[in-house]
């Protein structure tokens, strides 16, 4: 079993950044891609950015430029920095953890709430 645990999230002005964390523990092999997905309020939960093991990274075209991904391989944790934050950023931020083995395993983390006021 993992858990994930966010924290980070919060209220912000247009403009403003926010960094959120997302600490996994458990039995987590080292090939795996973390991530940050996110859903608002009537809308399907969303890919936001990944990180592999390896550091490769993608991000949704609706934040690249503004945000950035990065890991801590050795805390098991992922970062997500957000800078020039808007008003439709604003959702609930979910951490994800895939693990890849012989069957490949894919956690969760509570959410955390992220509100950009305009």
């Known amino acids: 079993q993992v858990q994930l645990v966010e924290s980070g999230g919060g209220l912000v002005q247009a403009g403003g950044s926010l960094r959120l964390s997302c600490s996994a523990s458990?039995?987590?092999?080292?090939?795996?891609?973390m991530g940050w997905y996110r859903q608002a309020p009537g809308k399907q939960r969303e890919l936001v950015a990944g990180?592999?093991?390896?550091?490769?990274?993608n991000y949704a075209d609706s934040v690249k430029g503004r945000f950035t991904i990065s890991r801590d391989n050795a805390k098991n944790t992922v970062y997500l920095q957000m800078d020039s934050l808007k008003f439709e950023d604003t959702a609930v931020y979910y951490c994800?953890?895939?693990?890849?083995?012989?069957?490949?395993?894919?956690?969760w983390g509570q959410g955390t709430q992220v509100t950009v006021s305009s």
């Open positions: 994800n953890i895939l693990i890849y083995g012989i069957i490949p395993q894919n956690y």
């Open positions: 458990g039995s987590i092999f080292s090939n795996n891609v």
């Open positions: 990180i592999t093991s390896g550091g490769v990274t």
